[in-house]
């Protein structure tokens, strides 16, 4: 499976973006999809997964973020809103189905002051 992420960018805080997640070379529907961040010097950190129509997500981004999923289009989503400086990060995809894991490469998120 290769994951291609897309949509950061650099946004004031207040502000939204959308990111995408598309996936090729497996069946997309089967897969647990998650997204994660990484902020400079900091380990990379769980953001939101959706998986078979169930959602999680970290406290930190709970009520402003929301995942998720269109099967047909093999594509995974996360919308940013209320965006604040803390949520820059390069910010990645994930696809997990049993012991089958995909990392796509990241996109960057800035969020400015």
């Known amino acids: 499976v290769q994951l291609q992420a897309s949509g950061g960018g650099l946004v004031q805080t207040g502000g939204s973006l959308r990111l995408s997640c598309a996936a090729s070379?497996?069946?997309?529907?089967?897969?647990?999809m998650g997204w994660f961040r990484q902020a400079p010097g900091m380990e990379r950190e769980f953001v939101a997964r959706?998986?078979?129509?169930?959602?999680s997500y970290a406290d930190s981004v709970k009520g402003r973020f929301t995942i998720s999923r269109d099967d047909a289009k093999n594509t995974v989503y996360l919308q940013m809103n209320s965006l604040k400086p803390e949520d820059t990060a390069v910010y990645s995809c994930?696809?997990?189905?049993?012991?089958?894991?995909?990392w796509g490469q990241g996109t960057q998120v800035t969020v400015s002051s």
């Open positions: 959706i998986s078979w129509g169930t959602t």
């Open positions: 070379g497996g069946t997309f529907s089967r897969y647990l």
């Open positions: 994930r696809a997990q189905y049993g012991a089958h894991d995909y």
